[in-house]
């Protein structure tokens, strides 16, 4: 079973909107717990982001409340995340993962905010 492969990521302007995609074949996605992580230009260190669980609860960094929204469909093992009102801050590499990393990683996508 290869990494999962994240897509979506893109050029956008502040106040925009982009949803993000992690499809995860192969790696029992629906058992797990899935983060997304980001990865910021210069940093080596992925920082959590969002989560949702195997039963479908979500929670968020403060930084994303009422901004993100992570969902996933199992039957596609696909994990989603809903980018709305996005900030130069949010600018990095987007990944997912399991809390304990368990799962190789993807390749990310990058997420650019900038005027």
């Known amino acids: 079973q290869g990494p999962p492969v994240e897509s979506g990521g893109a050029l956008v302007q502040p106040g925009g909107s982009l949803r993000l995609s992690c499809v995860a074949h192969?790696?029992?996605?629906?058992?797990?717990?899935i983060v997304w992580y980001l990865q910021v230009p210069g940093s080596r260190r992925r920082q959590f982001v969002a989560?949702?669980?195997?039963?479908?609860?979500?929670k968020y960094v403060e930084s994303v409340q009422d901004r993100f929204t992570v969902s996933k469909d199992n039957t596609k093992e696909t994990l989603y995340l809903q980018m709305n009102d996005l900030k130069p801050d949010d600018t990095g590499s987007y990944y997912c993962?399991?809390?304990?990393?368990?799962?190789?990683w993807g390749p990310g996508t990058q997420v650019t905010v900038s005027s």
């Open positions: 993962n399991t809390p304990s990393e368990d799962w190789p």
């Open positions: 192969g790696l029992y996605f629906s058992a797990y717990d």
């Open positions: 989560q949702i669980t195997a039963g479908g609860s979500a």
